[in-house]
């Protein structure tokens, strides 16, 4: 088997993977990258152009496994792409918003590649997309006769989130994708198949990262630090991703909310979240795994955040805006351009920033410091509190590790992480699993697995 890793800026971004085995053509995923703009910021989909691609599978749908699509699905029209039912009821929504998004920054930024695709392409994707339910094995038979059999299985990491074993002339595939173990709020931890598999594919996001509290230590953290903030006078702000965080914590803010460990407070929302939220709980009436929110939304009394809304001028309130990154002109980054400058407020990281967006820079800054909003050319001195809370939907690395050890694969390819994350992975799995050959490839590198 050989794999090819179409990121070709490697790390977390643009993930994509195409996998090769006797005749057999398979892609993972298409994403677009967060930091790159344009063309650069999707896989080197070229390569595939002379090959005829027998399946695509999409793990989940956040942005960087998804936002390339429908590119992929423009060059192979005809090519089946697999994804869990729960997907299948929310990527049109994710790639129409990116959509929108594209338009806006053609616009404002003058990108003129934008948008990549339009709503045409989005269609074409539904058209091919077949979702299926995780943990019941389907056949596929190719023309040539060559048959492979594959099934999906939950990954915890947001909903509709899977890992995808393939079993092809009797050699067993495994790719975790991202993947949380632990059960959250929203839903319940991934339910992986135990192996043994010859070939493992592994995410490596957290190899840099140890986890310092219990999530649950982190939860009774934040509640503390809304109640110290509202108690002098203070709003928080909580970066969120629209897709999988906001919808957690309106679940645990719920059940704080009755527990006596939530005051009433006025929490509002920003709208591609609510939207995701509603078409969530209309997937959690037929899954067990996933918990419904629509009750839990309106008893908190949530209120979608209006326009030209000064946060934090009047009475203290919890502010659950996506971007989580705090990017450009996102809700939450026009927000802390209002909280950030008053000592009373508090901005609360609860998820991953990259450090080359205005999120990863301000955690990066001191109090005190000066903190540029460029694209509204605002300036303020940073008074706020600014607070990190590992509520990551990501694995800790040694329950992967724990994890790979028990499959006992005779080979791993290590993916989704940053190079010092992957070295962690390389070292400790050399020395847990001697008898394995770790690969961390190169990107649009063909690599034997």
Known sequence: MHITDLNSHGGIGANCLLLQMDGVNIVIDAGIHPKESGLSSVPKLSLLRDLEIDLIFLTHCHLDHLGALPLLAREHPATPIIMSRESEGLFQRMLRNSCRVMERQRDEKGISEYPLYNYRDINQCSHQA??????????????SGERVTFSLHRAGHIPGAVGVLIEHRHKKLFHTADVLFEDTALLSGAHFPEGPFDKLIIETTRGAT????PRAMELERLLDTIEQTTDRGGSILIPVFALGRMQELITFFHTARASGRLSNLPLYVSGLGIDLLNQIDRLARN????????RHLRELGAEKLPENHAAGKKRPSIYLLSSGMMVENTPSYMAAATLLEDERHTIAFVGYCDPDTPGGKLQASAKGEPFLFKTIEKQVEIRAEVLKFDLSSHADREELVDFAVRAQPRSILLTHGDQAARDWFKGRLGERLPDSFVVDPVPLQKTLL
């Open 210 to 213: 140890e986890r310092l509290n």
């Open 287 to 294: 899954n067990p795994h996933l918990h419904s929110l629509k």
């Open 130 to 143: 077949i979702g299926i339910a995780p943990g019941h094995p389907r056949l596929f038979e190719l023309t």
